[in-house]
Structure formats: structure tokens, C-alpha cells
């Protein structure tokens, strides 16, 4: 009877350690990036409109927001048009800093950020097809942490650029 008591004591021990690391399993190296929201799809050029992408970002390396200066790891957000080969643009914001405070002990991040794209990331093209100010553009959107590690690529839109 004793041996029993003992062995289910042993397995509830067991039970409870592995529910207990769940939460503190190991995220990969590699940041991880997921689309949550655009505020728009159409953006007014002449209204100077700013367009907000919110994402959830997930990273387990430790290196992540750590420059209060905001350098060490960055947003890379690449400008696609319809009709043009390649990228037209390639522009990078910096992550936010990260507080020590907001860090797990494993290292592991988990947040969402907003990025905010100015009137200045959407301009028309002025060639004969977009005269009257009208364009489509699909924002490829990465995330990089400190040490070179990318996230996947996220393509958002199509968002449309109008005039007024």
C-alpha cells in the first residue's frame, strides 16, 4: 500500500512540473510575426492619412528591443507596386525598446507592436497609368532581431492610394 501511495504521489509531482513548464517552453530563435489589423485600405494622399499595422511578434533568442536608442533590431518594411518589377522602396523602423521588467527569465517575447506608415510611405506613382493619383501598393512587412535572425515575410493589402 505504501509503494501505491508513493507512486501516485510521484505522478501527481510529475503532472504538476509538466504543467508548470508549459508556459515557460522555449520559443524559437527566429522571431515569429503575425498580421492582426490594418486600420484602412484606402489611403487619402492629399489628406495626409497615416496608415497603422498591428502585429503580434514572438521571439525567443533574448535579443530583441534591447537598445533604448532603438538600433539593435528592426521592422523592414518593402514597398510593392503592381506593374513594377521587384520593390520600389525599402524602409526600416526601429523596435521599441524593451524594459528589463518585461522580460521572462527564459527570455522569451511575446507583444504586439503598431506600426505607423506617414503620409510620406504613400505616394502615387506619376506615370500615365497613375495621373489621376491612384495606385495600389502591397507592404511586405519582416521583422529582424539583433543577431540577423528574420521573421517570415507578411504581405498586407492591397491598400489603395486616392487622391482626396
Same mark, same amino acid.
Given at each position: &500500500?505504501? #509503494? ?7 505522478i501527481?509531482?510529475?503532472? @504538476? ?11 524559437d !530563435? ?11 485600405? $484606402?489611403?487619402?494622399f492629399? #489628406? ?10 514572438e ?19 518593402? !514597398?510593392?507596386?503592381?506593374g ?5 522602396? #525599402? =524602409?526600416?523602423?526601429? /523596435?521599441? =525598446? @524593451?524594459?528589463?521588467?518585461d ?7 511575446? *507583444? !504586439? ?12 506613382? /506619376?506615370?500615365t497609368?497613375? +495621373?489621376? *493619383? #491612384?495606385?495600389? $501598393?502591397?507592404?511586405? +512587412? =519582416?521583422?529582424?532581431? &539583433? ?7 507578411? +504581405?498586407?493589402?492591397?491598400? =489603395?492610394?486616392?487622391?482626396?
Amino acid at each position: &500500500m505504501h #509503494r501505491i501511495y508513493k507512486f501516485v504521489v510521484f505522478i501527481i509531482c510529475t503532472c @504538476i512540473f509538466i504543467s508548470c513548464n508549459k508556459d515557460k517552453k522555449q520559443l524559437d !530563435d527566429k522571431p515569429s510575426l503575425t498580421f492582426l489589423s490594418a486600420s484602412t485600405d $484606402v489611403i487619402y494622399f492629399q #489628406r495626409l492619412d497615416t496608415l497603422h499595422l498591428n502585429f503580434l511578434f514572438e521571439d525567443g533568442g533574448n535579443n530583441l528591443g534591447y537598445a533604448e536608442d532603438g538600433i539593435d533590431s528592426t521592422f523592414v518594411i518593402l !514597398d510593392q507596386r503592381p506593374g513594377d518589377e521587384g520593390f520600389r522602396a #525599402r =524602409y526600416t523602423l526601429p /523596435m521599441p =525598446y @524593451i524594459p528589463k521588467k518585461d522580460r521572462t527569465k527564459s527570455g522569451n517575447l511575446v *507583444g !504586439d507592436v503598431s506600426l505607423s506608415l506617414m503620409p510620406a510611405f504613400h505616394y502615387p506613382r /506619376m506615370d500615365t497609368l497613375h +495621373v489621376n *493619383g #491612384r495606385d495600389t $501598393v502591397y507592404w511586405h +512587412v =519582416y521583422m529582424q532581431d &539583433m543577431d540577423g535572425n528574420a521573421s517570415d515575410t507578411i +504581405v498586407v493589402g492591397p491598400i =489603395y492610394i486616392m487622391p482626396n
